[in-house]
């Protein structure tokens, strides 16, 4: 599967953005999707996921995240967002989008557990 992500920009503290990625390839209904993180000098972090349809489309969140993120998947247009709002200048990242098929729930946080990505976004926090 391809993945293209969008949405990235510069914004203020407080300010809301929402961030897109499209699929193309494989069967996208059972790919568990996720959003991740890369600040520059520090590792890769998982920032949210929605499990496919051979987990409910399960939900989860980093503890940072929870309460002002939120991840949604359009199975139709083969498409995750992740609605960002509140957003604080630790968000500041370069936000990439992942998906893997056959995904365990606990494996679902792990950057090295997907094997397809986005090139990026870049997402910009001021103060």
């Known amino acids: 599967v391809q993945l293209q992500a969008s949405g990235g920009g510069l914004v203020q503290a407080g300010d809301s953005l929402r961030l897109s990625c499209a699929a193309s390839?494989?069967?996208?209904?059972?790919?568990?999707l996720a959003w991740f993180r890369q600040a520059q000098g520090k590792e890769r972090e998982f920032v949210a996921a929605?499990?496919?349809?051979?987990?409910?489309?399960?939900?989860l969140y980093a503890n940072s995240v929870k309460g002002r993120f939120t991840i949604s998947r359009d199975n139709n247009k083969s498409t995750v967002d992740l609605q960002m709002n509140d957003l604080k200048p630790e968000d500041t990242s370069v936000y990439y989008c992942a998906a893997q098929r056959g995904l365990i729930l606990s494996s679902t946080r792990l950057h090295n557990a997907y094997n397809n990505w986005g090139q990026g976004t870049q997402v910009t926090v001021s103060s």
């Open positions: 929605v499990r496919g349809s051979g987990g409910g489309g399960t939900t």
């Open positions: 390839g494989g069967n996208f209904r059972t790919f568990t």
